[in-house]
């Protein structure tokens, strides 16, 4: 793993602060660990402020995507969360919001509207069902109180980038409406089709950022998911820099595997989150990586030490 330990803190690296009073003493301590941490942490929690000193920087908002942790009960995941510093957990839907607002955590990315990843905008004979599913659903992301909420192209299925374009921004915009004045962001993913997702539509950044132009809404943006466009084009740095007004939201993982984030893949993560940082990016970065090793303690190190590799 990366060693961002270079800065000191009283004469402590940030690796050991992140791991002393305001994280987990030790490595290997666990979701036992964690629950300590949560305590310290609970004032702060009640009033919607980061947990305590986690020796992180504070210049990227962290966050973890429930499905990749899917192994670990969702409130341990907020302890374990909160301990390492994250604020929110990504991709949860209302069932999952009470557990979230009883740890003090925010829902960065909503989801449940969606009918699945094939099944999207870009068919008009989806439009009926999503419209209505999205209606709902954005009433209740802004009675949440939350801002983020999930949506997918779906498969091209024989069509050209023209015509998928054309029937996502038809279905989209009887939506946006709404969603501005619930103020809510409707946020496309950008999905590999190679490995991951076959026949994906979105599967390019410019793609997307052509669907954002004919869109011309601020309620809706790209969700930027790192590992899929490394797969995909490559040159994510760039990408980052020259088309970051379209990039409400980013996730991580390494590439090949989706694994970790550290240093046996070929993504330089501190790099691409010092060119987010620069951006002068106020939303969210969620680890969605699989960690190698799912048993609790060896899961939780690996999110310890992605969100240090990625805290810049």
């Not at 994280?23 to 964690?34: E, R, W």
Request: glycine share 10%; charged share 20%.
């Amino acid at each position: 793993m990366t060693d961002l330990s270079e800065r000191r803190f009283t004469g402590l690296s940030r690796r050991a602060l992140f791991y002393g009073a305001g994280g987990l003493a030790v490595a290997g301590t666990g979701l036992a660990g964690a629950a300590m941490a949560q305590d310290g942490a609970q004032d702060a929690a009640q009033d919607g402020q980061a947990p305590a000193a986690t020796g992180l920087r504070g210049n990227i908002n962290h966050s973890v995507a429930r499905w990749t942790f899917g192994d670990m009960d969702l409130a341990d995941l907020c302890v374990l969360g909160r301990s390492v510093g994250l604020r929110a957990i990504d991709l949860c839907g209302p069932d999952d919001w009470p557990t979230l607002r009883e740890h003090g955590m925010d829902s960065s990315m909503c989801n449940g509207a969606e009918i699945s990843l094939e099944d999207g905008w870009a068919d008009p004979a989806n439009h009926a069902t999503l419209i209505e599913n999205y209606t709902r659903h954005i009433a209740l992301v802004a009675e949440a109180g939350y801002t983020n909420l999930i949506c997918f192209s779906g498969n091209r299925r024989g069509m050209s980038d023209e015509e998928g374009l054309a029937n996502c921004a038809e279905g989209l915009s009887r939506i946006l409406p709404l969603a501005a004045e619930a103020g809510v962001v409707l946020q496309m993913e950008l999905l590999n089709s190679r490995v991951n997702h076959p026949d994906y539509l979105c599967d390019r950044s410019a793609w997307g950022v052509a669907l954002c132009e004919r869109l011309d809404s601020a309620n809706f943006r790209l969700l930027y998911d790192i590992y899929h466009m490394q797969i995909m084009e490559g040159d994510v740095i760039r990408t980052i820099t020259e088309h970051n007004q379209w990039f409400g939201h980013y996730h991580t993982a390494g590439n090949p595997g989706r694994n970790e984030p550290d240093d046996s893949q070929e993504l330089n993560y501190p790099a691409i989150c010092r060119a987010i940082r620069d951006t002068g990016h106020q939303g969210w970065l969620a680890q969605e990586f699989v960690p190698r090793d799912p048993s609790p303690d060896a899961a939780a190190q690996s999110l310890r030490d992605a969100v240090l590799t990625c805290d810049v």
